[in-house]
């Protein structure tokens, strides 16, 4: 008798550890969902907690990956609840966890302020945004003590993906119409006044990045600001803003190489793309800009500065009613070099300045006159076909008397006015270069050779 009652207890005890064994994620994802009621944890979100993954980690697939939803963590998702400390929980766990996704599930809007998430985290992170993102409506709305600089911030982050089929939304309008910003086209009245808006999405000290798939629109400022990164892969991005949204940049690279960019459609109020100083190894490939104000290299070498960008490549793309086509922007006085950059097969669609290289970028047409430069060489534009505003000439070669341009290329440019008569008078001025091939309109401008008054010394060597 006795024996039989000690068999059936281990018979009990074998069932109770087999399911505990067996089905430990009800216990772990009650345990996630509890947790967002407890403030000491949201201190300490930081430390690894117990795996907790939520449902949709049982699902019987071969992928290892383990899905933390925002919505388990306490994220409401109805476009009012502020859904920070939920998505910040969710992120510190998934970051202490290998091969993780934060999913931001579709279906939900979900309200975030101004957030850094911070890594290192374990390899193999996604964040998987399928719903939609939203920051408070407006500076007013805008909590105190965040910063009015950026929204979503990724820093040291070592590995990540962010893909999905969702919707950033920035809800721009009201940073656009603060009386400090010169909105509503040419007679708009600029005021002094506090001017910071934030960018959208910024990776700073990142690197082995991958963005893929998202739809990105009205940013309050930049859509996407990538500095101090490496190994940058961004494709099938859709970004969308109003042309007359102020400095609503696309992409923004600076101090950041190996960028691929591929496949993707800008349409916004400032430069579709804009890399900035110290970038290099950047490819740029079948992306359509317009309308916006084109593919700018700079402004480099502001108040003195010394900026180096080199083997940059942008083709097989399209840039349609665009204040820019391919733009090369820098200061007087700046220092450093901007070298080894391709243009190749690029459409233009009715762009006010097709080809622009301007040496005495200056906001205010008071800029002093200076004699150090950052040098340009060895750029080709090739395969530049299209049509132009007439309101400018489709080609602009404005170098630096000090710090002539060198070795400019032009191949197959063909370029016809949109509407009206030709434009026959490209401008050059101080540029050295070659016309491989006979261009519309004809470029005889270009100067032959070589400068001899080109400082060797290395200085200006990046
Ligand atoms: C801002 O203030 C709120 C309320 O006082 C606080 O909960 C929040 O943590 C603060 N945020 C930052 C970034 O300091
Ligand atoms: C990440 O990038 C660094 C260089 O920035 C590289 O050394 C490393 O191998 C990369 N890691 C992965 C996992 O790709
Ligand atoms: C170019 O990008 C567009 C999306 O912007 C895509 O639909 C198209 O397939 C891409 N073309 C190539 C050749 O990859
Ligand atoms: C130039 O950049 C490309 C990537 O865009 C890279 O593959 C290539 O190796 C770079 N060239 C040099 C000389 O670094
Ligand atoms: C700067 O130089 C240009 C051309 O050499 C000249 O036309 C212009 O007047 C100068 N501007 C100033 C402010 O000295
Ligand atoms: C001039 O630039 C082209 C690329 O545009 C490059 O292939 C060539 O080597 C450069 N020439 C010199 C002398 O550096």
Known sequence: M????????????????????????????????????????????????????????????YNPTTIFNVRSYGAIGDGVTDDTQAFKLAWDTACQTEDSEVLVPKGH????????????????????????????????????NNSKRQWLVFYRINEMSMQGTGVI???????????????????????????DSPVAIRFFMSSNLSVIG???????????????????YIESLNIKT????????????????????????????????SIGAGCYNVEIRNITCGPSHGISIGSLGIRNSRACVSNITVKDSIIKHSDNGVRIKTWQGGSGSVSRVTFQNIHM???????????????TKKCPNQTSAVHISDILYSKIKGTYDVRSPPMHFACSDSMPCTN?????????????????????WSAYGTVQTLTIPPVFCLLGGTPEMLPQNGKERC
């Open 349 to 363: 669609d009715t762009v006010r300045n097709p080809i622009l290289l301007d040496q005495y970028y200056c906001l």
């Open 214 to 232: 998202l739809k990105v629109k009205n940013s309050p400022q930049f859509h996407f600001r990538f500095d101090n990164c490496q190994n940058v």
């Open 2 to 61: 006795l024996n039989m009652i000690f068999a059936w207890v281990l018979v009990i005890q074998i069932f109770f550890f087999s399911f505990c064994f067996f089905f430990p994620p009800i216990h772990g994802s009650l345990q996630s969902t509890d947790t967002k009621h407890d403030k000491g944890l949201h201190l300490m979100s930081r430390i690894s907690l117990p795996p907790s993954p939520a449902p949709e980690a049982v699902s019987p697939s």
């Open 242 to 273: 109003p042309a007359l949204s102020p400095n609503t940049d696309g992409i923004h690279i600076e101090n950041t190489n190996n960028v691929k960019l591929y496949n993707s459609v800008i349409s916004n109020g400032d430069d579709c793309v």
């Open 408 to 428: 400019l290329t032009l191949s197959e440019v063909e370029l016809l006015p949109a509407q009206g008569k030709f434009v026959s008078n490209p401008i050059c």
């Open 169 to 195: 939304d920035g809800r721009g309008e009201k940073w656009w119409n603060l009386p400090c910003k010169p909105h509503k086209g040419f007679t708009g009245t600029t005021q002094p006044g506090p001017c």
């Open 109 to 144: 809007t979900f309200m975030i302020q101004s957030t850094i998430f911070t890594g290192p985290c374990k390899p193999g992170l996604k964040m998987q945004i399928d719903g939609t993102l939203m920051p408070p409506d407006g500076p007013d709305s805008w909590p105190r």
